[in-house]
């Protein structure tokens, strides 16, 4: 099993900046790739950005050159740097870690944070 925690959600104006955190613990040491996925009202969820253990990174075209993906040295925790940010990016954000591989393979998600762009 895997916990996966988010922080760091709220309301900011358009223009401004954000960092979400995703902690994750548990048997953390079979996970392969973290990412962070959103979801507007009335929308499917999507992806925004993922980041493997190698440290390869890769971004959905709306956030390509706005928001960065990292995470610390222990990969107990990823982070998304979002700037300049649009009232399109409002939504709730996921934390999803890819865990295992073949038929024991399972995907875990947090609970999810709000981000809110608004004046």
């Known amino acids: 099993q895997v916990q996966l925690v988010e922080s760091g959600g709220g309301l900011v104006q358009p223009g401004g900046s954000l960092r979400l955190s995703c902690a994750a613990s548990?048997?953390?040491?079979?996970?392969?790739?973290m990412g962070w996925f959103r979801q507007a009202p009335g929308k499917q969820r999507e992806l925004a950005a993922t980041?493997?253990?190698?440290?390869?990174?890769n971004y959905a075209d709306s956030v390509k050159g706005r928001f960065t993906i990292s995470r610390d040295n222990a990969g107990n925790t990823v982070y998304l740097k979002m700037n300049s940010l649009k009232p399109e990016d409002t939504a709730v954000y996921y934390c999803?870690?890819?865990w295992g591989l073949g038929p024991g393979a399972h995907d875990y998600w947090g609970q999810g944070t709000q981000v809110t762009v608004s004046s």
């Open positions: 980041i493997t253990t190698g440290g390869s990174t």
């Open positions: 548990g048997r953390i040491f079979a996970i392969n790739a």
């Open positions: 999803k870690a890819d």
